[in-house]
């Protein structure tokens, strides 16, 4: 019976071991230094929030974003760094490399229900190494714990309909495209099962998480559909001017437009037949249809095919990581189907049984090799936030010059705001010009005499209610101080 009892716990443990190892590996050897430029202004939410907004009952940024994102993740992470003391990011980085390995663990478990052990092993194993995954895995953005939850919520589909609707809910506050998705796979239960008594219970927890979430946004924002409004209706993505219905954009738009079709297509197929695993197949072909919509009718925000694999092109990669758990589900699909064309020959099944071990070593060769391939561009992107923004910082002689008074940052540029808390600037003496008036220069002026701003980061071509910082030279009050690339710190004098 022990004997037994190890064997049923072995691969898991080898499953999450392997998982966790490759993500802190990754974290402390090739990424010491967080490169997402979203993650310092998550961070930013999260710290603001805990020694600034909770005691007003509210989330809280310096650049007004603060309910622009999902709410989980900032308040996961201010949790931590209120438990940890801290105000280092490395907590949550630590948190989402186990809580992505956690991931692997459900998809293992997930493809052992519905295909068989050795395939949910071998699968698994996949994605504890595939590149995209281990990445996003390791910074402190919102995606893994998002798509935790996804999973989590497949495990409770079948037999608890109420604790699936909770989990689903949990991940519509961690990322807003889960808004959709989430609401999608509650239907399932009237598309697929049509059955009312499931799908009540599943509507019910999703609406006991989203429910108040809901109303916390309209109390707050004036709208419960702000992150949507935002997210799709606004940025979509991007900010400023970036290429909509251009030449340019149009053949993606296409793409994106033939994959939104043959999306459709395989749901209705799915919808027809109706397979064991249904829920897997309508999960991730709802989410690839989401995308579809929003890739080829969006204004702002179009996305190329490299952008799901280039990790130099931004936070674009970081929206896929569920498209490569599903491309990691579907292999076995593909492979019982070879396999049932040579059923009836047993030297075919053989072969083809020898085929797949040599398939997952090539394609697990492959990822380390991505893997590998990706670590340098990983690390010198981490160095290059070091010496573009906090070395500056350090030349700039500001913090050895710095008396007191309140250092005013232009939006948009959290990391700086978490380079000085690091070195000991109190986050009250910290402030965005976002606050500032815009306008009359004597009413901004009296914003920062009022604020009594001692101290002025400017970032050329930010907006900022003095606009002929972006000259050089000294505008009273304004001299310059030290200026670096695009940046420009200012010694505000006590004169007007």
Known sequence: MLEGDNRFWLRPCIIMGIALTVRLAFLFMVVPIDFAWDSYHRWQIAYYTLHTGLRHGRMWDLFGMEYYWGILPELTEAFLLWLSKSSSLIAFRIFNATIGSASILLLYRICKKYFNERTAFALSLLAAICPPIVIWDTIALDGSLGVFFLLLSLCFYERRQYLCGVTLGLASMCRVEFYFVTLGLCLCYLVFERSGTKFVPAISGWLTVMGPYLWFLQTRTGDWLYQVRWNYLCSMGAWGLSPAWFSESLPWRVMWG???????????????????????????????????????????????????????????????????????????????????????????????????????????????????????????????????????????????????????????????????????????HILGSLYCPEGERNQSLAWFRKENATWYIHILGVSSPFPELDTSGDHPPFYIFYAEHAMRVYKISGES
């Open 258 to 428: 033939i994959i939104l079709f043959a999306t459709i297509l395989s749901l209705v197929h799915v919808y027809r037949k109706k397979p064991p695993n249904y829920i897997i197949w309508a999960l991730f072909l709802g989410y690839t249809m989401f995308q579809g919509v929003v890739y080829t009718v969006s204004v702002t925000r179009y996305v190329a095919l490299h952008d799901m694999f280039s990790i130099m092109l931004g936070l674009q990669n970081i929206r896929f990581v569920p498209n490569y758990m599903f491309a990691i589900i579907l292999a076995p699909v593909l492979i019982n189907k070879l396999r049932s064309a040579h059923f009836s020959n047993p030297l075919g099944r053989v072969k083809i049984k020898r085929g797949q071990v040599v398939s997952a070593v090539i394609v697990a060769f492959l990822f380390a090799a991505w893997l590998y391939a990706d670590a340098p561009v990983c690390n010198s992107m981490s160095r290059d936030l070091k010496s573009t923004w906090w070395d500056a910082i350090d030349r700039s002689g500001l913090l050895s010059h710095y008396r007191g008074g309140t250092i005013i940052i232009d939006p948009g540029w959290p990391q700086v705001t978490y380079y000085l808390i690091q070195r000991g600037i109190s986050h009250e």
